[in-house]
């Protein structure tokens, strides 16, 4: 079985996991907030597991706040900037190859507080033109609330240049949110370096509980709260933490860094599994293979060969990928990533994505590269579109 | 070792571990929204656990909505009807016992949003009193905006005439909230009959996976989302669901219908437990013992003895108590429940809080009592203040 789906959800960690099936074995559970001892132990396992994700993602422990996952710490990031915006700004500067997250966010900013959402242009490889956000943010000024622009595409896998961006934002003093969901976990981040204010993470993403997650934040005494509750997260995220969640965030972070010496390995081993299968079909194309992109996406596509068709065909053979889109989107269209790189229907809605974690590479895709031709082999016969 | 704080946070029970032991044995890990084999079987899971909530809870599942718990459900249910309100309204009644989520987001409510915040009164039993909130629906007519009174108390454990204050506020056409945290997995609750349009519930209150949780919408189109994402939940709650939380969910909830018969013993065990201690220490006092309680708790002072005192004392012999407080506050002074409940300082310092699960009953008590009296034997040769 490859389960090449990573950008949607990761499996559990083999580690995550014997960590789990052992912790079942404690008494260990209880009220984290409790001043007797059960309490202080879980909060001192909660507070170790900050100090690894700071020590990991290059930050201060105060600045990692725990929540459910990256959904909602974007929802708690734009409300936080938006809220507290001065009133003469009402423009929102964000792309349109956003996780679905941000339009849906920015659709209710939009239809309910008077906002006025503006795009950015994407080129052909898929990133952010920076020029096309100095126009935007010349033409509107001092209006503007907010740029909303991510850090790495989940369905292409491209590097957006956010530190540029931040660079940008940060010399006209507006305010920058770049969600990280996709790199944190995937490739090297460091918090402090990448001159972002805030990051987001979800734990599944890592190999993590599902449910778990965090966001960074540079000066946490800025950041309304959109989870009320008492003194946990030191009532910048309210609610009895997750702290199973947390124990395995810790441990995830800890298993990537081991991992990391593998990534140049796992993306030489995505060229040649791309290159072998763009010279078998010359009009194969993967997206944005031009530019830097995650060591282990591969977002493929052969005209006239439905991705569908294609992850069905995989699936016979228990290869698990996507069809273009993210988290639960696969609608039979193109994807609105591959519209905005200009990509038409023809080609649009034959693509698949192959995402793997980072200690994968080589046996994956080899299997892959097979199990692909044959597939590819036996659909151009019998073309879907 | 008896863990006597349930009303905090309950351990995971025995049939979540065993089941998650096994859980962790399998490859069911993944994007439960994808349409892979995979995906499709995480959803159904899901879905399954969303059919168990619904029938144990008495709703339809359409009007479950799965999140990270009780905060997140509180903060999102207040949020969506302060935001729909209409424009006059800029009154929000609530009580001076709800648990600290509450007051924290209506200050927010108050401070940022020009809200006034009128209170209505508790009796000395802990319970709030319907004339107080008529006089105050009468007193500001068509400007209230929301009326948020909670359906059991955390530290007390004394239920509120919420099914009451539901038709008080209906007849009116005035949106209520009654915040059901310490109710649900507590004591039986059926949303249809009880009159509420909204309902929340933590897992970790029920001994389901931390992190896990679910909201209870009457009418989920009216519901306006606190955290963003893509189609998950309908739209009413982003983010990749917490599945495992899920699935366990539908476990606690199963295991806690199969105990409900004991409840009365539980109960029954727990009078002969405070009688046996007002008995031997006349001057002991068990707050709201005159009127319904949940069935496993007991908040009880004595005069003289400071209730970290007890409460470290019976930690000695591996018995876990918490102070008068709720998740997470754990201060040397009278509790604002008890503040309310017109206690004063001599009596409200020496309190703590037992409250024990469902599954147990006399042996729990006869251990307790035991313990408590040693306790209270002991520290009343050293009065603590």
Redesign the interface.
Known sequence: ?I?A?YN?????LPSV?DF??KR?ET?L???????????QKLSSGMEKSRTVVAEKLGCHPDQVIF??????G??NILFSIL?QRKENQNIIITSPIE???IP??LN?YQT?KGFQVEMVQIDEYGRVIPESLEKLLSLFGDKVALVTIMAVNNETGVFQPFELLAEICKSRQVEFFSDTTQLIGKAPFNFLDSNLDYAVC?G?KLGA????GFMLVKDPTQL?????????EK?HR????????IETLAIALKEFAEHLPNLPRLEESKFKFENDIKNTFPQARVFGDQVKRLPGTTLIGIPGIHG?AI?IEL?SNDI????SA?????QPETSKVLKAMGVTDDVGRGVIRISLGCHQGEAEYALLAKNLKAAYNKLSKIHSY
Not at 326 to 330: I, Q, R, V
């Open positions: 079985m389960y789906e949607g959800s990761s499996p559990l996991k789990l099936k079942m008494h559970f209880g009220n984290p907030n409790a001043i007797h001892s059960i309490g929540n459910s996952g990256a959904s909602e974007i929802s809220e996780h679905a997250v849906n966010a209710y309910k979800s599944h509980l599902t449910g778990s309304l709260p959109l989870v009320f509750g008492s003194t946990q009532g309210g609610g009895t933490q997750h702290y199973l969640g569908q992850q699936e698990f990928v996507a069809t993210a988290c639960s989107d696969n």
